[in-house]
């Protein structure tokens, strides 16, 4: 079945460091691909998305670019913050009718130092 | 704040004891969707709701079970319980019409079963 695979954490940066958390998934057709945010003591909130191949997502400084030829949507940020701090979630889309269901990887633990 | 409401936030209970997990999905959302976060297994899709009808079943355990009520509140119910099905249950919602894939989710419910 589909699947996500993301870089195990935790990832441990200084602020202004340059961040990329790497996603690489399995998929039957073609998904759409996202990733999502967990700030502490909080749900899940969409960070960005991308709906086909080549398309870039891009959102608060982050960005991601879905890749059909290597199977990735790697995140990155060019300079990350103390309040970047989180856990970052790969997912791909799983469509039937209205079935929006989301596919998530393990999560990625991502810690800003000042 | 997503407007996804669950409830209660926090319970803890004893094996073999059962319980009920309360979602109120944003204003419009006619799917809701339940996750269950644990720290071996990550995010994993339980069960999904659209408009009172079961619509998709993940990784579900036959003691645990679901339903969306008139209101498009949901329940999951989860009876028997070990203890390793202490986690955290999200709900999320979406409009279950446009495949955006964005899931809009709650906080959660952690569930501690001593």
């Known amino acids: 079945g589909d699947s996500v695979t993301q870089m195990e954490g935790p990832v441990t940066l200084s602020e202004e460091a340059f961040l990329t958390i790497n996603c690489t998934y399995t998929?039957?057709?073609?998904?759409?691909l996202f990733w999502y945010v967990q700030y502490p003591g909080e749900g899940l909130q969409l960070l960005l998305k991308a709906t086909k191949a080549d398309d870039k997502g891009s959102n608060k400084g982050f960005e991601a670019t879905y890749r059909k030829e290597t199977t990735s949507f790697h995140l990155e940020k060019g300079s990350v913050q103390v309040s970047d701090s989180a856990v970052y979630f790969c997912a791909l889309s799983d469509y039937g009718g209205a079935t929006n269901k989301l596919i998530f990887g393990t999560g990625t633990l991502l810690a800003v130092q000042p | 704040d997503s407007g996804v409401t669950q409830t209660p936030k926090h319970l803890i209970t004893a094996t073999g004891q059962r319980v009920t997990l309360r979602c109120s999905p944003r204003?419009?959302?006619?799917?809701v969707y339940w996750y269950q976060q644990s720290l071996d297994q990550g995010l994993q899709f339980l069960i999904q709701?659209?408009?009172?009808?079961?619509?998709a079943k993940g990784n579900i355990l036959e003691r645990f079970s679901a339903q969306q009520f008139p209101d498009l509140h949901s329940e999951l119910n989860l009876s028997s319980l070990e203890l390793g099905d202490s986690a955290l249950y999200f709900c999320?919602?979406?409009?279950?019409?446009?495949?955006?894939?964005?899931?809009?989710f709650g906080e959660g419910s952690r569930l501690t079963v001593l």
């Open positions: 204003s419009g959302d006619l799917s």
């Open positions: 709701y659209y408009n009172g009808e079961e619509r």
């Open positions: 998929a039957t057709g073609y998904p759409s």
């Open positions: 999320a919602s979406s409009t279950g019409t446009a495949n955006t894939g964005e899931l809009f």
